[in-house]
């Protein structure tokens, strides 16, 4: 077995699901990777083995697939493939930053996307996006090369006009989409919905069918509703309504401000009248705010400016007992009796 291989130091869980499930193979048969190497003619080293199992980074598929072939369990290969294309989804999902247990909304919705909700070109772009993460995130070149060449020896899907899609640069043809679906290996079944998708969205096919009704089911027949219910399933005979020509003016977002300022400021101000009042003597005219009269100056600087004789306030006298907020002598607070 040669030595002990170090303990699993993987990002996320999907690809130490990955690691401990390839080291499980490797430990099952007891081979070491020299000798895995040397069982598959050496089209994969044995320091590239390695690291397909030390969980350093999500191996490629040609390594995996190698080091199953390797351990002589090409029977678990579909299992380990699951495996891998999970690792590899999640790999990508930390690289655009989203966190694997609390994923952002949106991206909840994209994996809700089915080929009878798709509506617009938009869906289907995230879509592509998606359908590739879930079979491991191969390469344009890799998608480009399964995809193959038609009649004429052209590429039905050249990886430029692929990263073009995916990055939503361009539109996808129906070729496109056929070819990327194909290349994607999905049944025959999931590549008609998906080309109907695309027919729908660009206005070539029409809605959406009802479900159809399983061969032997028989509708339910209707429950023969009384004379109450009847009334009462009746829809209400609506009035139509008068038909009105408002003319607001569209304010804008400055304009919205300066009116919850200028209300703000009314207010403030009708509040310190109402307290200037209150606590004012008996008989007394309060001060509103406002400027004030500028008053006669004293004299002249050696500049010829004028010199202003400072403003000086009298004393404030105490308010009537009785009245503001001190109660009277002998009387008892309104709110504490």
Partial sequence: MGRPEKAV??????????????????????????????????KI????????????????????????????????????????????????QQRRGEENEFEDL??????????????????????????????GQPSLAELQERAGVDEQGRRRLPKSSLGAILRGRAVPTRVHMTAFLQALRLSRR????WENAWDRVHGLAGPVPAPRRRHGAHPMPERVLGGEERRARRPARQRPLPA??????QADAASLMFMYAMATSEEIMYTDTRITRRLAPPGARPRLPGPFEALPPLGQTGAGLPIRAPRRYPPSAPPAPGRGLLPAPGTVPRHSR
Avoid: F
């Fill in 244 to 249: 009105l020509s408002l003319s607001v003016p």
């Fill in 190 to 193: 999931k590549v008609s919905e």
């Fill in 106 to 135: 949106a991206v909840e919705l994209d994996k809700l996307l089915h080929p009878l909700l798709i509506e617009n070109p938009g869906q289907l772009r995230r879509a592509m996006v998606r359908l590739r993460e879930e079979d």
């Fill in 45 to 92: 080293t044995a320091s590239v083995l390695s690291r397909a199992a030390s969980g350093a980074r999500v191996p490629s598929r040609a390594a995996v697939e190698a080091y199953i072939e390797a351990c002589g369990a090409t029977a678990e290969l579909p299992e380990g493939l699951r495996l891998w294309k999970a690792a590899r989804a999640a790999e990508q």
């Fill in 9 to 42: 130091t993987a990002s996320n869980r999907q690809l130490r699901a990955l690691v401990l499930w390839l080291r499980a193979q490797r430990r099952r048969r007891g081979l070491t990777y020299t000798a895995m190497a040397n069982s598959i003619d050496n």
